[in-house]
């Protein structure tokens, strides 16, 4: 960025630089050439374009490589990684060290400006296994009680990080696990936490923060573009200057307006990636922006986030239940048994996740302490029921703590249904 430039004069540049090379040198885009070319307005431009999805870039993925990189030495300068997000579709990316260098020191100056004494040093990866820490802890993500306490001793005695990087349903089992074994944090002070990966959810946050006795940073983002939003000191997600942000209504397909009260579908554009790009790319999440003044100085738009994803909301036939997020309202369904008089119910239940596989049928799976009664699936039918509609139907299984359905993040509800 040119010094007195506005960042946001910045990032149409940067936009417009993203659109001319891939409709030059990118095939699945070279068809737009004409329409783009036409606009000096590098976000009308940008609409033009149609937007992308896993699913797209999965299967035509050659279409997508930069024909500045033969493709004889795509091997040795573009950097793989791999992501399967919520969908679960595994997609892999693909950036030149440049393009990685551009985005990582971004997020540095995004952390320094929440702590001034974080660097590679003291900040704790708890999401990917360095091969420095595999010595202490074998598996980050084992939630296994043994495991945590491994870390955290290990985290508190030895390493004492000024940050941890982790996702929040990670460290939130973390922070229960303090409550439950009443561990002591001892003379161990972190700066701060910083959640990525998955939608932070207000409740994880507090607890996290309580426990830690620290702040919990969002850095909103994904594989594909690295960070799209950070929070800053004042709680508010600003949008990285790497990133351009669209919010689509999930109806009409129309953009919906920085500063609209109305919410719709995250749609990324990454600025810097050209050579496997990432263009108005949706992720499934759900938000709005805004133009605030932030008290914290920094005038990058707002984003706000809606709690569910699009995977957790749950579909049925009504439009008016579209934005229905199905991990509160299971959440409800299990509070309504206990005021009921099912606390036995609820008890035997060790884990659940209940899969929506189409308008009216859901999957209720079940890791119990006991066997299936007659008495649990027809309380909860019942209590479901009241709050979905009639017409729903459940189907109950019950499967051990190692089946596949329980793998993977750990969200509650999904719904299979997309669109
Ligand atoms: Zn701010």
């Excluded at 870039?57 to 950097?79: G, M, P, T």
């Excluded at 008089?341 to 060790?350: E, K, L, M």
């Excluded at 999957?363 to 006991?370: A, C, G, I, S, T």
């Excluded at 993977?408 to 669109?419: A, E, P």
Aim: proline residues 2%.
């Amino acid at each position: 960025m040119i010094e007195g430039e506005s960042a946001e004069l910045s990032k149409r540049k940067k936009l417009s630089n993203l659109i001319r090379e891939v409709t030059h040198f990118v095939p699945y885009y070279k068809q737009f050439l004409e329409s783009t070319d036409t606009y000096d307005d590098p976000v009308q431009a940008l609409a033009r374009l149609p937007i992308t999805e896993k699913a797209l870039l999965h299967n035509h993925a050659e279409q997508f490589y930069s024909e500045r990189i033969d493709k004889s030495r795509r091997e040795d300068l573009l950097i793989a990684e791999v992501t399967t997000g919520s969908s679960g579709l595994p997609i892999m990316c693909y950036k030149t060290k440049e393009e990685r260098f551009q985005l990582a020191l971004s997020a540095w100056k995004q952390r320094r400006a929440i702590d001034a004494r974080v660097n590679q040093s003291n900040l704790f990866c708890l999401l990917h296994s360095h091969s420095s820490q595999k010595k202490v802890v074998d598996n980050m993500r084992n939630l296994h009680s043994q495991n945590i306490s491994k870390v955290l001793h290990y985290l508190r005695d030895e390493f004492k990080p000024l940050i941890i990087h982790c996702s929040p349903s990670d460290i939130f089992e973390y922070a229960k696990f303090i409550e439950r074994e009443h561990f002591s944090l001892e003379d161990w002070e972190l700066g701060f936490i910083e959640t990525n990966s998955e939608v932070l959810t207000l409740e994880q946050k507090q607890k996290i923060s309580q426990r830690f006795r620290t702040r919990v940073i969002n850095n909103y983002g994904c594989r594909e573009a690295w960070n799209i939003a950070y929070e800053c000191r004042e709680g508010n997600l600003h949008l990285s200057d790497e990133v351009h942000v669209e919010i689509i209504d999930m109806k009409t397909g129309d953009l919906i307006q920085p500063g609209s009260s109305d919410y719709g579908e995250v749609v990324i554009t990454a600025l810097p990636i050209k050579h496997f790009p990432f263009i108005r790319y949706r992720l499934g999440d759900i938000g709005r922006l805004s133009r605030l003044e932030c008290a914290c100085g920094l005038e990058n738009e707002v984003l706000e986030l809606y709690e569910a994803r699009k995977i957790n909301l749950i579909h049925r036939l009504t439009n008016d239940n579209t934005l229905t997020n199905g991990v509160s309202l299971f959440k409800g369904v299990f509070s309504d048994l206990v005021a009921s008089g099912y606390s036995d119910v609820v008890q035997n239940i060790i884990r659940y996740k209940i899969i929506q596989t189409s308008t009216d049928v859901f999957d209720v799976y079940l890791m119990l302490h006991e066997a299936l009664t007659e008495r649990l699936t027809e309380s909860f039918t019942h209590y479901a029921t009241l709050r979905i509609g009639e017409g729903a139907v459940f189907n109950f299984l019950q499967k051990s703590a190692d089946d596949p359905v329980f793998e993977g993040k750990n969200y509650s509800f999904l719904s299979r249904i997309q669109g």
